[in-house]
């Protein structure tokens, strides 16, 4: 016997009907003598529906209100997941993230949980119910509701699972598992088996959204086993092989395995580029450009700095795309008028691509056979940066399919 998390996301709590062959799954792992503490999320479509509402009555939403309402989507869910398993002849009880409670920061919109009492929810275990937790939510110290962000359910159950030991935390979503890459984009791109949580983090943070950022990196700091698969399937899909479905999210260490060099090629369609021509070469320079972005809010990503040419030099960043007309506002105003800089330009047609592998660490050659692969499709290299896990490129957006599918071969991801 042992205690899991399962979490479901939205469209797998989509109509009652899938709501209802949840609880035949949930009811079957129980029946095999796991205890089980289920965290959904709101049905799909929900929370934007609510978000939509607070914003027609106020444009810019208070943030305390649009918690207070947001936070109902996943009520309605525990509500309606409890009564399915009850109505199936299971034990079950639903709580919103206040009654058990979940303790978070006051935040509003993004808050950080801080605790979890398990008091209440292993006495109900113990006592042969189902406990049923609404994801996404927790109450501050004043007894605010707050909300995690958006897909803050994933972090709800790893949080969920840490607090109460559980031995694995299955989140149960629309996709079967991490790919090698967006099948969309290459559709000989392969679902892996294992995959560590650095590698995870990097193609999360790349633009493979499977899992909320924020749940990958409780799960790696708490050494929380979780493994991602499918809601899809057939609910009564024997528990041994569903145990082993999908992609585990692991250690280095534990993947006995000989690990292929690379895991997966992770792409951001949306970054844009800005170049500052032709500022001093002295010090001080990046914290003027790239202070005034940091006190906007806007997240830098790749930097280089050119050598320079009779004291001048160019530097440039990227930031998502979102934000490049914010960043060419904040450039305009403070910088070119205290650094003199020559001219500021943008660019919102570049894509980033990333192969990324902890094998990399233990091989060398890897950058080269990225830019070997590259330059043989003809495609201009306009930024690179690396980590010990991680190569980066920028590059213009029309070639971004062309590089990963050419990548993803080069790497022989279709049958690693
Ligand atoms: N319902 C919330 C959202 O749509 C949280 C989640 O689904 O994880 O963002
Ligand atoms: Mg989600």
Sequence with gaps: MALIVHKYGGTSMGSTERIKNVARRVAKWHDAGHQIIVVPSAMSGETNRLIGLAKEVMGQPDPRELDMIAATGEQVSVGLLSMALLAIGKKAISYAGWQVPIKTDSAFNKA???????????????????????????????????????????????????????????????????????????????????????????LASLGSKVLQIRSVEFAGNYRMPT???????????????????????????????EQAVISGIAFSRDEAKITVLGVPDKPGIAYQILGPIADANIEVDMIIQNQSVEGKTDFTFTVLRNDHAKAMDVLNKSVKAHIGAASIVGDTKVSKVSVVGVGMRSHVGIASQMFR????????????????????????????????????????????
């Design 112 to 202: 950080r949980i801080q605790s979890i009492d398990d008091v209440k929810v292993r006495r109900d275990l113990d006592a042969g119910k189902i406990v049923i937790i609404a994801g996404f939510q927790g109450v501050d110290v004043d007894g605010n509701i707050a909300t995690l962000g958006r897909g803050g359910s994933d972090t709800s159950a790893v949080a969920v699972a840490v607090a109460m030991q559980a031995s694995e935390c299955l989140i149960f979503t629309d996709v079967d598992g991490v790919y090698t890459t967006d099948p969309r984009v290459v559709p000989e791109a392969r679902r892996l088996k294992t995959v560590t949580f650095e590698e995870m983090l990097e």
């Design 227 to 257: 493994r991602v698969l499918s809601s899809l399937t057939d609910p009564m899909i024997p528990l041994e092989i569903e145990a082993n479905s999908g992609t585990l999210i692991s250690f280095e260490e534990d993947t006995h395995m």
């Design 373 to 416: 692969t590259l330059s043989e499709e003809g495609i201009n290299i306009q930024m690179i940066s690396t980590s010990e896990i991680k190569i980066s490129v920028l590059i213009d957006e029309k070639y971004m399919e062309l590089a990963v599918r050419a990548l993803h071969k080069t790497f022989n991801l279709e049958n690693a």
